[in-house]
């Protein structure tokens, strides 16, 4: 069962890798494209976090919108990640070009966890925020862990 | 009329700004909040221009996608043109900052035809596409002309 997992995410992979380094004009702008996409999907969940830490006052519709920027964002980086940009970044490991089953397993987490951060926030309820902004960050740090440079 | 319309989004515009610039932990986070947004907007929009140029075939999934992101990512940057970043960016003219009324018609410009981009690629006919892509690339050249330096 692991291993036909395995296949079709890898069979997915491959599929979804070649259309997206077709989508760039050139690997300098996938670079730019993911990192401009993270840069701002982290301004916004910087800002439910900065309300789930009481570091500013709770605002059930900052919450939302914010959450929805967040979620829509988080399907977008991963095109970046073009077969041709492996050598384009400082702060990339290779890994995510040699692990591109299990990168796009942390990335279906996070917009898994994102999806439902939004749904916490439809329900206006802080907890509930900080319960999904906690699980959320999780997803971000378990792959800055094995795929990020320090 | 006239004034009474200004008037309103003077204060509409004075108070957007007043969030704007402290939603940001510094000054440069908002420069490159807003070129971010703006790349990934471009990035998204130049796919459905390919499209409606004859570049690429017409994909009509593949244009409500592109429109999709083009619609979302049309509302963000503004925030990212705070007060305190006039000085800081080699392309925004000072303009921005002096004619704040006129600078946010020009977004709720794009606002507007973006949504009316998404709209038209959801009908599926390339026509409407074209239609709709030359309008909204109208105002990106409107805001560009009187706004960004060369």
Known sequence: MKFITSF?????????SLPASAQFAKPEDAVKY??????VMGQHFGRIGAMANGRVPYDAKAAVDNAEVVAEMAKLPWAGFAANTDRLSQKAK????????????HNEKLVGESGKLLAAAKTNNLDNLKTA??????????CHDAYRKD
Request: net charge positive.
């Open 8 to 16: 079709v995410l890898t069979a997915a992979a491959t599929v979804l």
């Open 133 to 142: 902004f906690s699980a959320t960050a999780g997803t971000c740090k378990g």
């Open 34 to 39: 993911r990192q401009s996409a993270l840069f």
């Open 94 to 105: 290779s890994e995510i070009w040699t692990e591109q089953v299990k990168f796009r397993e």
